[in-house]
């Protein structure tokens, strides 16, 4: 794993713990999918990345539902979805018709790290259900 990637897995670690909290992104008080980018975005590049724009917790909900993708395309670089690339963001459609509204950072080939509500941030199994779900892949921006 390139030196930025490995820093991206070390940095989302460091939030393993931090609880569910709907639009924040403090590490170790709260965060949700979005604000675990953020605060690797952050910790990588030494500046807040962006705010969180308002949007809803329901993955059915069909509001803002380009949100996410427009807010991976400004601030992050988009990759070709496979192979999996360790240390970027992979946005995931938690269904069939819906658009992306979950986010992830791959840790390696087999674990992925997410914000879950009523869980928090974890590092679980990348099982072929949530393979299934990755709609795009994008990399950090490098520190220049």
């Known amino acids: 794993m390139n ?3 490995l820093r991206a897995v070390q940095a ?4 393993i713990g931090t609880p569910y909290r709907h639009q924040s992104a403090q ?18 590049n030494g500046a ?3 705010e969180l724009p308002p949007y809803s917790n329901n993955w059915r909900d ?3 539902a380009s949100a996410l ?3 991976a395309q400004k601030h992050l670089y988009e990759v070709d979805k496979a192979p999996l690339v360790q240390g970027s963001v992979v946005l995931m459609q ?5 658009p992306a509204k979950h986010c992830a950072i791959i840790a390696d080939d087999d674990h992925f790290i997410h914000a879950q509500e009523r869980i928090g941030v974890v590092e679980v199994p990348l099982s072929n259900w949530w393979r299934r779900r990755i709609v795009a892949q994008y990399k950090f921006p490098e520190r220049p």
């Open 12 to 15: 989302a670690r460091l939030w």
């Open 3 to 5: 030196a930025p990637n």
């Open 48 to 50: 807040r990345a962006f």
């Open 27 to 44: 590490q170790g008080a709260g965060c949700d999918c979005l604000g675990l980018i953020v605060g690797v975005w952050r910790a990588l």
């Open 94 to 98: 938690l269904r069939s018709g819906l």
């Open 69 to 71: 993708k427009a807010l």
């Open 62 to 64: 069909r509001s803002h």
